[in-house]
């Protein structure tokens, strides 16, 4: 779906994607990155992201789902690419014959799983071994079962390769008690099974701000971070090196002078206090500018300028200070003069996490690259 006349657009600085990278990796010289660009790159597009963070140096890429990394492949993305999900065992015979890499979420996946790939194939299947230290999603909790599946891999040595050993956070955002628990528990099971793998890994952007010198692992999950937003849920000057790489802008689509005591949009909940100048913009929930953003603020010419009335699907309205030719650029996300709308701003408004935010901007909007990487 392309469309030419929305005048909505999401624009994706490649540099900061690239920048951002670097920052992890100045952090952790030691360790290898993966870019984790499920759900469409966190919704920024894939075909803006990958390039960038490969001309970075990242080793490979995370994904949630078999289709989202056979996207990736169709790009001629030739690296790495992990599913972080339990994949159906009906997937596992693409992923062996495309050298995609899965995760092992149980003992019992790896037989059903077993009953689908090919021993005549090339490639054998490369495995990740998720851990459950607490994060109470995927993955072995118990060290027997652990010792079964890594014998069972070793039997099937024709079919399955061992590649790595990972475990999720709960609670690295936080850097809490609970985030330690994991994160020794996580360290008690690899030593006790002792088997060394290519990729070992657990931390996610938060636990790579966080703890740059353990070198435990090898190899961070990198989210959130490379899109330029800080993966604490505290203000820490850890975060202030991060570039924003999303900005979200549109246009007036219309304007006028209403009265005092005229009313804006569904359910009428605004009432014009004085006459005053209302613009709309061709923008709504449909688009991903959720609903509950009602009185959010977005940028006109360097200023803030307040949503007033309901958000309809596919417009809204804002109240500015004067009129503005049609056409004017409204600014949602990012920055205006020397104003800037955060992602984190937005969340925090809306009462979730940036995550959802970005996640939620539909494919209405076209995704446009700038400051290019090549
Ligand atoms: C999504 C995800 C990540 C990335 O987390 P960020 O907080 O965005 O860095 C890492 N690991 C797993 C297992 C994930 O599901």
């Not at 970005?358 to 090549?374: E, G, H, M, Q």
């Amino acid at each position: 779906m392309k469309f030419d006349f929305i005048p909505s657009t999401i624009y994706i600085n490649q540099q900061a994607i690239y920048q951002n990278i670097k920052y992890f990796q100045h952090l952790h010289p030691q360790k290898k990155i993966l870019a984790v660009v499920k759900a469409d790159a966190y919704g920024h597009g894939v075909h803006n992201v990958c390039s960038p963070a490969l001309a970075a140096g990242v080793n490979g890429f995370c994904v949630a789902y078999v289709d989202e990394a056979l996207v990736l492949r169709k790009m001629g993305i030739n690296t790495l690419i992990l599913v972080l999900g339990a994949s159906l065992p009906e997937s596992v015979s693409v992923a062996q014959k495309e050298g995609i890499s899965l995760t092992a979420p149980s003992f019992n996946w790896l037989q059903e799983s077993l009953k689908y790939l090919d021993p005549n194939c090339l490639n054998r299947l490369k495995v990740h071994i998720a851990l459950d230290t607490g994060m109470g999603r995927i993955g072995f909790t118990d060290l027997e079962e652990l010792r079964r599946a890594i014998n069972f891999i070793n039997q099937h040595q024709q079919i399955f390769e061992l590649e790595g050993l990972f475990t999720h956070f709960a609670t690295a955002d936080e850097n809490d008690v609970y985030y330690q628990y994991q994160e020794t528990k996580f360290k008690e099971l690899i030593t006790q099974i002792n088997e060394p793998v290519k990729y070992l890994h657990c931390e996610n952007s938060a636990a790579g701000l966080l703890e740059p010198e353990d070198n435990f692992t090898n190899t961070i999950r990198l989210g959130i971070g490379m899109y330029g937003v800080s993966p604490l849920n505290f203000s820490s000057d850890l975060a202030t090196h991060l570039h924003p790489v999303m900005s979200l802008k549109s246009k007036i689509s219309f304007i006028k002078k209403i009265k005092k005591g005229s009313k804006i949009s569904y359910g009428a909940t605004y009432t014009a206090p004085k006459d005053e100048w209302i613009a709309t913009v061709s923008i709504g929930y449909a688009d991903g500018w959720l609903r509950r953003l009602q009185g959010f603020k977005v940028l006109v010419d360097g200023q803030y300028c307040s949503n007033v009335g309901r958000i309809t699907m596919d417009q809204l309205m804002i109240k500015v200070p004067h009129y503005y030719p049609i056409g004017t650029p409204v600014t949602f996300l990012g920055k205006d003069g020397d104003q800037e709308i955060t992602a984190t701003e937005i969340a925090d408004y809306a009462q979730t996490i940036p995550y959802e935010i970005f996640t939620c901007f539909s494919k209405r909007l076209p995704r446009v690259a700038i400051n290019l990487i090549n």
